[in-house]
């Protein structure tokens, strides 16, 4: 069975049991001390020209994200992982109006290609990763291709496999054809309200309004192009060959991606463990980034940096 992480609940405590809790970060005065302190760069890439981000010092952890987000909306996690980790995350093609990306010729594999280029272009070798949902595909494809690249990684709110009906293809096909972001979508904030808003404690009074503003940054187009992608993608005949050692994290009360994806990567991937998130919806890096963070970095480096054997640390250069 998945073991269970105990989180702090938000609101008051017993003073007589234990120190009060501290105020929750203020999430933008986060994301401003990430875009003071984390280096932006671009790599040329054969399909389109990426954007990414460095923060911090220590192995390489490439955060692979999810299918509608901005880079703001990990600042927090990033900021915590760069205490031990050179974290790097990037932009998806189509998501920066002049990257030069042309969707229509652009695949699932095509992803997977851009990533390893990525290492390439930074000179990283080993590497660690994060995949958060539609960052999970990614991740179990780029794990199955060079696996001992690869020493540990990290999935959330992952699948293998999602269904669309005939009216959300239909939808998608559409949606192709619109411009504009996502803030422009019909039914867009019901949607998100019913999907996760629950999930948002009321004591991070800060952090919904942030999350419908970061969502609705996101270009229509790509979004339809990687959903798209996802109608066509069916990894569950590749997970029995992937030998990582992979920590599943599943939000208890996740309504994106159901708990019937975690137990079928639970089973289907060799050395998997998993670990069931209580009150947390599909949005931790929102909502328990300071859990998210902690969970990741304990995974992949279960001691002190000056502790663990050497041989078992990948370089930040490679190795």
Request: positive net charge; hydrophobic residues 40%.
């Amino acid at each position: 069975m998945p073991d269970s992480i105990a989180l702090p609940a938000p609101g008051p405590q017993d003073a007589t049991a234990r120190p009060p809790c501290p105020a929750p970060a203020d999430f933008r005065a986060e994301v401003a001390a990430y875009d003071a302190h984390a280096e932006v760069g671009t790599w040329q890439g054969p399909r389109h020209r990426m954007t990414y981000r460095v923060l911090g010092a220590g192995p390489p952890l490439v955060l692979i994200p999810g299918i509608a987000s901005t880079y703001r909306g990990y600042a927090m996690t990033l900021n915590r992982l760069a205490e031990r980790f050179r974290t790097v995350v990037f932009d998806y093609p189509g998501d920066r109006r002049d990257d030069g990306a042309r969707l229509s010729r652009i695949t699932h594999e095509d992803l997977v290609d851009d990533l390893f280029g990525l290492f390439d272009h930074l000179r990283i070798g080993r590497v660690f990763l994060l995949g958060l949902s539609f960052g999970s595909t990614v991740t179990l494809r780029a794990l199955h291709r060079e696996p001992r690249r690869f020493p540990k990684a990290v999935l959330q709110g992952a699948f293998a496999h999602r269904r669309f009906t005939h009216l959300e293809g239909l939808a998608l096909r559409l949606a192709r054809r619109l411009p504009g972001t996502t803030a422009r979508l019909p039914f867009r904030r019901a949607i998100l309200s019913y999907n996760s808003k629950n999930h948002f404690p009321s004591v991070l009074a800060d952090r919904w309004p942030f999350y419908l503003e970061q969502n609705g940054l996101t270009p229509i187009a790509p979004l339809a192009h990687r959903l798209g992608l996802l109608a066509r993608l069916d990894l569950r005949p590749i997970l029995a060959e992937i030998p990582t050692e992979i920590l599943l994290l599943q939000g208890n009360e996740d309504r994106i991606v159901s708990r019937r994806h975690f137990e079928e990567l639970h089973s289907g991937l060799p050395r998997a463990e998993g670990v069931i998130m209580p009150l947390v919806g599909h949005q931790p890096h929102y909502t328990h980034a300071e859990v998210l963070a902690q969970a990741t970095a304990d995974w992949l480096l279960p001691c002190a940096p000056g502790g663990c054997p050497k041989d078992d640390e990948p370089s930040p250069q490679g190795g």
